[in-house]
């Protein structure tokens, strides 16, 4: 356990309908990262917030994907209209320190599945 | 589309000989890390190397960056069973972009 928690641990919807998923990172932890992993792929980067702006998306981000951490602390990211594209592992990492040279610790992800 | 890209792709290996990854990226980093996956889980930290840095070790880890080629190595020694996931390299570059690699898949071999 790496102290960053995720929820739901697994989701399965029909496509068209909106889904939300839950990250708590690490309580000190002032950085938070979603990324996207599909079967046999790397992790692909969606978005990240410093405290509670978001500063970088990533263009695999579509109008359908929203990102919010509201108080600087937990984070959500939903998804609306789901397709079967977005059937995928939903990382969620957070860190502290200087900007990209510290560990991220990555939460065991949410599992979407589209049907 | 990712930064890096990690060879082989698969590596199957016997109990206790070592276990050789490699990763290469595309743009100026300033630093490099390792992460470890296990199927259906999250990631884990292994390593961090900094561009300024040409080797480090951490256990039965040993990962060596060369900037100029613009490439990376992460050796496992003595390898177990448990060391059985997938290995992946991750790079922040200078455009404050964090990216992963493709992941190489290792296999231990009891």
């Known amino acids: 356990d790496t102290g960053v928690s995720q929820n739901p641990r697994h989701k399965i919807t029909k496509r068209g309908q909106n889904v939300t998923f839950r990250c708590d990172p690490i309580?000190?932890?002032?950085?938070l990262y979603w990324y996207r992993q599909t079967l046999g792929q790397g992790p692909e980067f969606l978005t990240y917030?410093?405290?509670?702006?978001?500063?970088?998306k990533s263009r695999l981000l579509s109008d359908r994907f929203s990102a919010e951490r509201p108080k600087g602390s937990f984070s959500t990211l939903e998804i609306q209209r789901t397709e079967q594209g977005d059937s995928a592992m939903y990382l969620c990492?957070?860190?502290?320190?200087?900007?990209?040279?510290?560990?991220?610790?990555f939460g065991q992800g949410t599992r979407l599945t589209v049907v | 589309s990712q930064q890096g890209e990690e060879d082989p792709q698969a590596l199957s290996i016997q109990e206790g000989e070592n276990a050789t990854m490699n990763c290469s990226y595309k743009?100026?980093?300033?630093?490099l890390q390792w992460y470890r996956q296990n199927s259906g889980r999250g990631l884990v930290h292994l390593i961090l190397?900094?561009?300024?840095?040409r080797e480090k070790h951490s256990g039965r880890l040993r990962v060596t960056l060369d900037t100029s080629k613009k490439s990376s190595s992460l050796l496992i020694t003595a390898s177990r069973a448990a060391d059985t996931a997938s290995y992946f390299c991750?790079?922040?570059?200078?455009?404050?972009?964090?990216?992963f690699g493709t992941g190489t898949s290792l296999t231990v071999i009891p």
């Open positions: 990492a957070s860190e502290s320190g200087a900007l990209g040279n510290t560990e991220a610790f």
């Open positions: 309580s000190e932890h002032n950085r």
């Open positions: 917030f410093q405290n509670e702006a978001q500063l970088e």
């Open positions: 743009t100026s980093i300033n630093n």
């Open positions: 190397i900094r561009s300024n840095e």
């Open positions: 991750a790079t922040f570059n200078t455009g404050n972009q964090f990216y």
